[in-house]
């Protein structure tokens, strides 16, 4: 799924920033733990060591494993995220320094804007 013109972009964060988006579009990155045998779901843990299960629209139709960028909308319980999209990263991503970048970005909002589509 490709972002057209009509979707907002989702901001960038981390397992301890989920309560605060509750309802809103996000990006995580996590490392897969498990995924669940009918592929309808699967746990990640966060780079900053949360542990988050992302359901999915449709069963998954391939093995994913490592690290994995999901875009999708947090659920009320701010553990779980109902995923629109994700993308597999290669083996050698480190979710630590992109979970301090993520972490500095936030810091420093004023500097790093989100800015939607046109």
């Not at 989702?10 to 995580?28: A, E, T």
């Not at 994913?64 to 947090?74: A, M």
């Not at 083996?91 to 046109?118: H, I, R």
Request: glycine share 6%.
């Amino acid at each position: 799924m490709t972002m057209n013109q009509t979707q907002s972009p989702s901001p960038r964060i981390n397992g301890s920033m989920l309560r605060q988006n509750i309802g809103k579009s996000v990006c995580l990155v996590g490392n897969v733990k498990s995924v669940d045998n009918n592929g309808t779901s699967f746990q990640m843990e966060t780079g900053d060591y949360m542990t988050v299960s992302v359901r999915m629209q449709e069963p998954l139709r391939e093995i994913i494993t490592g690290i994995v960028e999901v875009i999708g909308e947090v659920e009320s319980s701010a553990s779980s995220i109902r995923c629109s999209q994700h993308v597999v990263f290669t083996p050698d991503f480190d979710l630590s320094l992109y979970d301090q970048a993520v972490t500095m970005n936030c810091t420093y909002s004023q500097y790093y804007p989100v800015v939607g589509v046109k």
